[in-house]
């Protein structure tokens, strides 16, 4: 076994605000998440008009948060943003703070999707509605007041884990134009032989058994096994895809995930920065305001954003 690095101190406050209870049921489990991201959370600044709406998408309505500064008009840059939770945790307001500050250091227009959760709504649900929103965000470019040719995809845990896969569906269809893609502390498919996976596997957070126990809520059969786009680590072809952050945490079971989906698009031609937050869990973001190198990670998320969308 490698050594163990030492957890970073700004980590404190991710073990603080976790609960000592132990969840027996699915709704248990949504509400101890939604109250340790209260703990961790902060109000939007007053510069920011945050409205939630409905995305009309066929036969239903995606709920998603919209941030804009105020007093700007025009077209804005737009970043789509996909909160985490395992697929099955997770929403509006667990992620807000995450959202509202990705809108207040960019500069630009958010919309962060509330996604339908599993287990009660499997693949391809959630990832639908995260899709059929930039599809809606790109058709209605005009009337929404949004640049249509600057576009960022960007999500955390299991949203990061849509980005990649809404990004490969958009290549394969021909479907809207992606700036950039934003990957956080997420797993495109797990890697083999996975060392973080067997270093972390419990007592950080994120457990190994939670990442199989979320997969198999979000996939119950093995219908999708070999659709790439639902696995783009297992894909033959990831070339030509959007310019990708993938930003891991250092002790977290699914880092080694990240590593092997920056490497593959790396060797597939694409543009790529990785990063890794030294000493830091899974979900490091949301200790943004507890410490200042889990703020400086934020920054540098925000700022991968910026540097594309201007």
Known sequence: MSSTPTVHP?????????????AKTIEDTR?????YAAKLSRPH????????????????????????????????????YLHGGGFIKGD???????????????GAMVVSVDYRLAPEHPWPAGFDDGYDTLTWVADN?????????????????????????????????????????????????????SRSREDFASGYGLTAADSVSFRKALFPTDKYDNDPIVWPLKA????????????????????DDGRAYAAKLILAGNRVTY???????HGFMRARFFGPDAKAEFDYICEFMRAHLQ
């Open 141 to 193: 470019a005009a009337t929404f007041c949004v640049d249509k040719d600057r576009i960022i995809v960007a999500g955390d845990s299991a949203g990061g884990r849509y980005t990649a896969c809404i990004c490969m569906k958009a290549r394969d269809t021909n479907g809207p134009k992606i700036l950039a893609q934003v990957m956080l502390y997420t797993s495109a498919g797990p890697a083999e032989r």
């Open 236 to 255: 033959a072809d990831v070339s030509d895809l959007p310019p990708a952050l993938v930003h891991s945490a250092e002790i977290d079971p699914i880092r």
């Open 45 to 80: 600044p007053a510069h920011l008009a945050v409205e939630d709406i409905n995305i009309p998408a066929g036969d239903r309505q995606i709920p998603v948060r919209v941030y804009r500064h105020k007093g700007k008009s025009g077209p804005q840059p737009c970043i789509i």
């Open 31 to 35: 509400r101890l998440w939604n109250e």
């Open 275 to 281: 990063r890794e937050a030294k000493g830091m869990l």
């Open 10 to 22: 700004d980590m404190d406050a991710l073990v603080q605000a976790r609960s000592k209870e132990t």
């Open 92 to 106: 509006l307001d667990s992620s807000d703070s995450v959202a509202w500050g990705f809108a207040d250091q960019t």
